[in-house]
Every structure is written in C-alpha cells, then in structure tokens.
C-alpha cells in the first residue's frame, strides 16, 4: 500500500518509550500517520495525533499494540466492530500472540508498509454477562472469592442442562485461549485451526469434573446456582464483575472477529512450541537462563533498541 496509518495501543503501565520513538522516526521518514487514544497522548511525541478511544480502529490502517499479550487482546477487543489487522510488539515476558522483538521492529514496519505479510483471523466468544455485552478473545472466566465458598453453576448447551459445577473457577476458552487460564486449570490444548468452545473447571469438587469441548455453533448458558460463594468475572484477565451470586452468562462463538499481523508464520510457530514446552519445565526463569550457551545469554541480557534506520 502507498500509503498507511497506524494506530498506536500502548500497555497501561510499563515504559513504552523506547519503541514508540522508535516507530514516530520510522513513521516521519516514511510519512506514515500516527495516532493514540487520548489518554495516552502524554505518553507518545506530538506528531502522534490522539483521538476518542473509540474512534482509534476508523482513524487506522493497522493497528501496533506494544506490550504483551494483554495489550494485545485489548487491542482486539476493541477492533472487534471495525477489525483492523493487529501487529504484537513484545514488551510482555511470554506472550503467545505478539511476533515482534523491539530490535525487529524497523524491519517489520518496513514489510507492514510493503505489504509484506499475511493476516491471521481470530475468533472470539461474544458473551451477554448478565445483560451487558462483551466479546473475550482468550476466554471467559467465573472465579470464587478466597475464603467465601465455591463457584457453584449450571451448564446448558442449546437449551439442554448439562450438568453442574462445583469449583473453584469455571473458564470458557477459545482455541487461541486454550494455552492460557484453561491450560492452567487442566484443559487441552486446542489447535487454533479448529473452530470449539472448551468448558474447563479449575480444582472441581463435584459434578462435572473434566473439560467440555463443544462446537462453535453451540451456544454456551453458565447460571449460578442458590448458595453460589460471590463471584467475579473475568473476560481476558480483566474484571467486568465482582461479587456476583446469581445471575446467567450466555456464550456464543463469533468467528472472523479479529485479525492478527503475521511476518512469519513458520517462525512464530516455533516460536510458540517452544514457549509451550517452558510452560511444563519446573524452573525460574533465571535457571533457564543458566542453561543456555553463553552467547544466547549475552544476546537475552541486552535486549536494547536498535538505533533509527
């Protein structure tokens, strides 16, 4: 394309300075708009043109989420009714969505604006919450409050009861969300190519005790039970509600809802086994760090942002 624009989604809290510098130089080399939500415009440079959160997916070509996953998911979220292609910038420590290292970034830019990529789609599971609306790219979650009982609920699909839970948190996943909250509480692992819904409860104590793996074309009713402990939940890690004890949560799957940047397929596959296979190893990070050869250790300890191409 000749011309593009980016719109920039920054993590809420850590210092993204280095690489939104390094994306406003790239950018007035190439007369490349920019542009950031307005509470973020004491964050970036003046020629980074803030705007109503909202409107930030219209005023954009392409959208840069600099973080980790996270970021990246309310980057997401937020494209869901207009979807823009979405590139990763890594600032997170593991991060399954996100592609790009800050030192790879003018390099990927350059191929962003060449066209250079392909574009991966997302799905996301479209929730009504007790009568409020949210879409959750990773998954859905019903957590109980320390102290104060279990998560108690009834699953019905299409209608049709199920069973119950009796647990100490409930997720609904994705396939992309399947190595996230789900993996952690005993679910599968789910090809992103496939199109399902996984039910997963963590640490149960009684009536369904194993994940549920349902089609896309199901539909998904959770309903707190009488005597249900206070609940929160969770869309992508994020709390939309505290404290509930009744209340229903239906869940349906939405295809195509989100578009993912991909440089390099192959390598980011790789790259994601290999994280899988760290996720199983019971060791701190700096005692992975002491298994590598020394040069790969010199190479993770700088980590530093090229200078501007």
Request: glycine share 8%; hydrophobic share 40%.
């Amino acid at each position: 394309m000749d011309r593009i624009r980016l719109g920039l989604v920054l993590h809420p809290t850590r210092d993204v300075s280095p690489v939104v510098d390094t994306i406003a130089a790239w950018a007035a080399r190439h007369q490349v708009a920019l542009t950031v939500r307005e509470q973020d415009r004491q964050r970036v440079p003046e020629s980074v043109r803030p705007v109503p959160e909202d409107h930030l997916p219209a005023e954009a070509d392409v959208l840069v989420s600099i973080g980790g996953d996270g970021t990246m998911l309310g980057a997401l979220r937020a494209a869901v009714p207009d979807p823009k292609p979405v590139l990763g910038v890594h600032l997170g420590k593991l991060g399954f969505l996100v592609e790009v290292e800050p030192p790879e970034l003018p390099a990927a830019l350059d191929r962003l604006l060449a066209g250079e990529y392909t574009v991966e789609s997302h799905s996301c599971l479209a929730c009504d919450v007790c009568g409020d609306d949210v879409v959750a790219f990773n998954d859905i979650a019903l957590i109980r409050h320390p102290g104060q009982g279990f998560v108690s609920a009834t699953l019905a699909v299409n209608g049709q009861q199920y069973g119950y839970y009796r647990c100490d948190a409930l997720v609904v996943s994705t396939p992309s969300g399947s190595t996230a909250y789900s993996y952690a509480a005993g679910g599968p692992l789910i090809s992103p190519a496939t199109r399902a819904v996984v039910v997963t409860p963590s640490a149960p104590m009684s009536g369904i005790s194993r994940s549920v793996v349902l089609s896309p074309d199901e539909r998904v009713r959770l309903e707190l039970r009488p005597g249900s402990a206070p609940v929160a939940i969770e869309v992508d890690g994020q709390v939309i509600r505290d404290g509930s004890t009744s209340g229903a949560v239906d869940i349906g799957y939405r295809t195509d809802a989100g578009l993912v940047v991909r440089l390099d397929p192959a390598r980011y596959q790789e790259r994601s086994q290999l994280k899988l296979s760290l996720l199983d190893l019971p060791l701190l990070p700096e005692q992975l760090r002491e298994l590598l050869p020394e040069n790969l250790r010199r190479q993770l300890g700088r980590r530093e942002m090229p200078p501007p191409r």
